[in-house]
């Protein structure tokens, strides 16, 4: 009785802190394949041993495209708060804004004006002066580009020199000339995955005949908000029994999530043909299994009806409404990580830029079945910390083969997520990724100085 009401203490706070203070969010973006998430609310790391030390007192002008809830932007809020705590000069600009007041905007304004981060409009005198005084301006998306012509005009030249571009983005219409005519003449370009740095090249070349500058291939890395919730057991036995009473499901019934806004390119219909697959794959073999169970995170009734529609009426015609779970957009992640048994990665196309996710479950020792494309080739090692099948209908067989495969083998799922949390402590956490933008960063300041 007593440890009950303790621990619905806990889900309640944990739960009423994650939407009120922003934190653990998982931005949902159907524009961009590489969401991520978490920036940083508590720096710890003592200046004099944080890779970005050497930013301390350097004027730093953060160009974003747009302030939303979604992965582009709370990348480029994350990184400035880093150099925030090494003691940076940061100037924010965004260029797209709602023309009405917007709760989101005023609320990532409000903390950026905390952490002393300087909020000054996307045009004016006062954006080409700091722009042209900045040590280094970090340009944030392709579409940030338009930035360069229409505000610095006859200022251009003197700033180009010292623009690092970051890219997250995989997507033919970014390929414009008004956004990117400028790549090749800005000292470099940051992007999430060597995949996505291939197209880039590849594409400006043939589409644009433009040459890439200088180009960066930067991991990211989970936040020590998250890793410290994935890391603590007792948090973590909380959230799976408050998520799995919500959701109906028992203790000991395997789930799979597939956790991302939902759209076609994120491949929720065909998870839900392997998954219904995988259930007669049980059934002709007779299998004595516990209860699968699919949980997709990332609905939203309003955006994408058409499609949302068609996920419902596939699991009513299945008759798996028992079995399937549809969960609303949430900026809280991290209690369906915790309660979880295998996170699907099934985006389509070319895949996801980088897929945040997709470490942040094998931060909670999740194995991944996922497509293999994109960045989710370069974090999952196949056959060791997860599954890849094809993307396309070709994959939905194999899938289904990995779903039970999974439900099968406890030891291999346990084994994977074991080694997928190695993974993780080895090359993607947050400091990992503070190491591999010092280098950026550092060669950028040469470059912008000679
Ligand atoms: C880029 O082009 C090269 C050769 O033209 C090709 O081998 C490679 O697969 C292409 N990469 C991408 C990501 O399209
Ligand atoms: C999910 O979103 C829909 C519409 O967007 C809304 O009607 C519904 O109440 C939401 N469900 C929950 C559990 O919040
Ligand atoms: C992943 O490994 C399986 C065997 O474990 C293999 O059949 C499959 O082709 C591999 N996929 C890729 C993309 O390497």
Redesign the pocket.
Known sequence: MAKHSVATLMVAAFLSVSTVTVLLMRPYNSDSSCNTNNFQNQIHSSVGNAPLAFMKSKLVLMVSHELTLSGGPLLLMELAFLLRAVGSDVVWITIQKPEELDHVVYSLESKMLHRGIQVLPARGEKAVDIAIKANLVILNTAVAGKWLDVVLKEKLAPVLPKVLWWIHEMRGHYFKVEYVKHLPSVAGAMIDSH?TA??W???TRERLGITMPETYVVHLGNSKELMEVAEDSVAKTVLREHVRESLGVRNDDILFAIINSVSRGKGQDLFLRSFHQSLQIIQEKKLQLPSLHAVVVGSDMNAQTKFEMELRKFVIEKKIQDRVHFVNKTLAVAPYLASIDVLVQNSQG?GECFGRITIEAMAFRLPVLGTAAGGTMEIVVNGTTGLLHPVGKEGVTPLANNIVKLATHVEKRLTMGKKGYERVKERFLELHMSQRIALVLKEVLRKASQ
Request: no cysteine; hydrophobic share 0%.
């Open positions: 995949t291939e197209y090249k590849n594409r070319r």
